[in-house]
């Protein structure tokens, strides 16, 4: 299951930015290609088992799902396919050869506490 050793390399970013400045990860954004040979449920279940015992234990993980984009060169026009095709232009039939988009895996953004300020208690 490489989706747990990518839901760790996740977690450490994450963790890694949110000390950076100071605060704390609410929620976690990926983008994931239907390409990407990543599961999504798989990768929800393994951010949950990496993220336990954490500072992002209880933070979400929000996954955009990025469709397939191929170009063909006989139409020379950009075509969505889906993964269960044979990847070809759905117009006229041509095996697909360039793939613009569907192989991504990205943490895009995250989504941090702001930084607690320091209370008259504390000064």
Same mark, same amino acid.
Request: proline residues 3%; glycine residues 6%.
């Given at each position: 299951?490489? @989706?747990?050793?990518?839901?760790?390399?996740?977690?450490?970013?994450?963790?890694? @930015? +949110?000390?950076?400045? =100071?605060?704390?990860?609410? *929620?976690?954004?990926?983008?994931?290609?239907?390409?990407?040979?990543?599961?999504?449920?798989?990768?929800?279940?393994?951010?949950?088992?990496?993220?336990? =015992? $954490?500072?992002?234990? =209880?933070? +979400?993980?929000?996954? !955009?799902?990025?469709?397939?984009?191929?170009?063909? +060169?006989?139409?020379?026009? !950009?075509?969505?396919?889906?993964?269960?095709?044979?990847?070809?232009?759905?117009?006229?039939? $041509?095996? *697909? $050869?360039?793939? &613009?988009?569907?192989?991504?895996?990205?943490? *895009?953004?995250?989504?941090?506490?702001?930084?607690? &300020?320091?209370?008259?208690?504390?000064?």
């Amino acid at each position: 299951m490489h @989706e747990l050793s990518i839901a760790l390399s996740l977690v450490e970013m994450a963790i890694e @930015e +949110a000390e950076r400045r =100071g605060s704390r990860v609410i *929620a976690a954004h990926v983008r994931l290609g239907v390409l990407s040979g990543v599961v999504k449920e798989a990768l929800m279940s393994a951010y949950e088992m990496a993220s336990e =015992g $954490t500072s992002l234990e =209880g933070s +979400a993980l929000i996954i !955009d799902e990025i469709s397939a984009l191929i170009h063909c +060169a006989v139409c020379e026009q !950009d075509r969505p396919t889906r993964r269960d095709e044979r990847f070809a232009c759905e117009v006229c039939g $041509t095996p *697909a $050869t360039e793939f &613009l988009r569907g192989r991504e895996l990205e943490l *895009a953004a995250l989504e941090l506490a702001a930084p607690e &300020l320091p209370t008259l208690e504390n000064r």
